[in-house]
């Protein structure tokens, strides 16, 4: 945890403080420089470092107001004001970021999104390369807990977070749903969340039949009959990566099966800030996940549709939803003059895609969302909500009958197979339901 929220002038403000083990000159290049800023932040202005200077970016104005090379770098974009302070410390140099919102409600967001940044500013100092990507599979985890912290409704954050394609499942050969993603914890309490039956209660959706056991390495086991699931953990520096992988058969359901498996690693990102998030909360955002995959993936997104309005007609008895409109049911309505916090402006290249167009890389989704817009204001109240809710009993978590899913191979096809299978041991039955 990295930011505190504080007030400066009556306004909320996200302040940040990292040492760095570099030298303040080198530091000063990364934060003030263009050249160097666009390689750890999506976008950076033309500006040239000069007191009062003006300058423009996304449609927006912006002007440099305080400036004393190589210590201090202050400036405004919109409404929000940014000053980064940097002073030598040992060897290295202590930075102090802070960010003057101008909207507190999605602080939480925006704090977890700097956090990314500053990762891949450290990396780029240490003359590595940190992808938008990487950098940014912690945030689920990282928002968590700073709207925990903050005392801060989570649900905008969750919904944002949930149209963040790039974070999603990828569908491999097999077929086979994969999804990586590295968590600030370590693979210990990660394997926790993974075997402890009052921790995989909140999250897993039902049984898992643990097949092959190897801690805090290796899971292989079934759910309900649908296939081979495989929970691969490998330290990386103070935290982990998990690879998640489930085997199945039928490609007609990836689209299903996905946007479920979606939403309970949502849960988990939760589970492992310590924070709970219910059923009804993930499954929230499922239809509009539902909706990204299938297109992604090229698959008819009626069988989903059917189960949702299936269960949610059961479950209500409410009028349903036309699910077969123009736009996508996944879609959220996005003004053209509207950034991620919901403040109205001018804007260069608007979102024109929408967020459920984030279906290829980092830099193909969102960044061509935001267009020049930086990025870490985006991490902000999310544009808006889903007009439904899946029910807590959830089809998708249903025994076989109920979710006919054909039996599934015992390995993992070549192209998502991250090792060798390993022998089985006698199956251990694990009861989980809730």
């Known amino acids: 945890m990295t930011a505190d929220l504080q007030t400066i002038d009556g306004r909320l403000a996200l302040r940040f403080e990292r040492y760095l083990d570099h030298p303040v000159e080198r530091v000063w290049r990364a934060v003030s420089e263009p050249a160097e800023v666009r390689r ?35 400036w405004t974009f919109g409404a929000d004001r940014f000053r980064f302070t940097l002073q030598a ?21 925006t704090a977890a999104g700097w956090d990314c940044h500053l990762d891949r500013l450290d990396a780029q100092l240490a003359g590595q390369d940190l992808s938008q990507e990487r950098a940014h599979q912690p945030v689920g985890e990282r928002h968590e807990r ?20 790039f974070r999603g499942l990828s569908l491999c050969d097999g077929p086979a749903l994969r999804l990586e993603r590295r968590y600030d914890q370590p693979a210990e309490r ?31 086991g079934g759910w309900h009959g649908d296939g081979t699931l495989r929970f691969e953990l490998r330290p990386d520096g103070e935290g982990c990566v998990l690879t998640f992988t489930h085997v199945f058969t039928d490609r007609d359901m990836a689209a ?15 589970v492992l800030a310590g924070q709970t998030m219910t059923d009804e909360d993930s499954l929230a955002a499922w239809p509009q996940v539902h909706e990204r995959l299938a ?27 036309d699910l077969e409109v123009n ?36 830099e193909d989704g969102l960044d061509a969302a935001v267009g020049e817009v930086p990025h870490p204001p985006a991490h902000a109240l999310a544009l808006g909500r889903p007009t439904a809710r899946v029910a807590e009993r959830h089809p998708l978590h249903e025994t076989r009958d109920q979710h006919p899913i054909a039996n599934h191979t015992n390995h993992l096809p070549r192209s998502c197979r991250a090792s060798p299978a390993e022998p089985t041991e006698p199956s251990l039955r694990r009861h989980h339901g809730r």
């Open 40 to 74: 750890w932040m999506p976008a950076a202005a033309d500006w040239t470092l000069t007191l009062g200077a003006e300058f423009e970016l996304g449609g927006q104005q912006g002007q440099i107001t305080e400036l004393d090379p190589p210590h201090l770098i202050g």
């Open 89 to 109: 410390k040992g060897d290295g140099c202590a930075l102090v970021f802070t960010h003057v919102v101008s909207n507190a409600i999605p602080a939480a967001q």
């Open 146 to 165: 700073y709207a925990a912290r903050f005392g801060l409704d989570p649900a905008p954050g969750r919904a944002f977070i949930a149209a963040l394609g």
């Open 190 to 220: 990660v394997w926790r969340a993974l075997t402890e039956p009052g921790e995989l209660s909140r999250w897993f959706p039902g049984e898992f039949e643990v097949s092959h056991s190897d801690p805090p390495r290796l899971l292989i």
């Open 256 to 270: 299903l099966t996905g946007a479920g498996w979606d939403r309970c690693l949502a849960r988990l990102d939760a």
């Open 295 to 321: 297109a992604a993936w090229g698959i008819d997104p009626g069988v989903g549709r059917a189960v949702y309005a299936e269960r949610t007609a059961s479950e209500s008895g409410k009028p349903l939803p």
């Open 327 to 362: 736009d996508s049911l996944g879609r959220f309505g996005l003004d053209a003059d509207i950034l991620h916090d919901g403040e109205p402006r001018a804007v260069a290249r608007p979102f024109h895609q929408g967020v459920d167009g984030f279906s290829g890389s980092f």
